[in-house]
């Protein structure tokens, strides 16, 4: 192949690779804008934490 059809080749590839990463963030803000409009009354989950170790006078839990 000549230099001039692998610089072509190449030269799609990249411009493909940047359409497909721009494609994906666009993408994904919309899903984020969509999730935000329809879901934003809900409440958080809630995250329970364990509950606190106490440690006696020998410094053992």
Known sequence: MPWNDLFWILLLLTAV???????FHFVE??????K?????????????????????DDGHQ
Request: aromatic share 14%; glycine share 6%; no cysteine.
């Open 29 to 34: 803000f919309l899903l984020g804008r969509a």
């Open 17 to 23: 690779t940047i359409f497909g990463q721009l494609w």
């Open 36 to 56: 935000r409009l329809l879901f934003r009354h809900e409440q958080p989950p809630v995250w329970h934490t364990l509950p606190d170790e106490k440690e006696n």
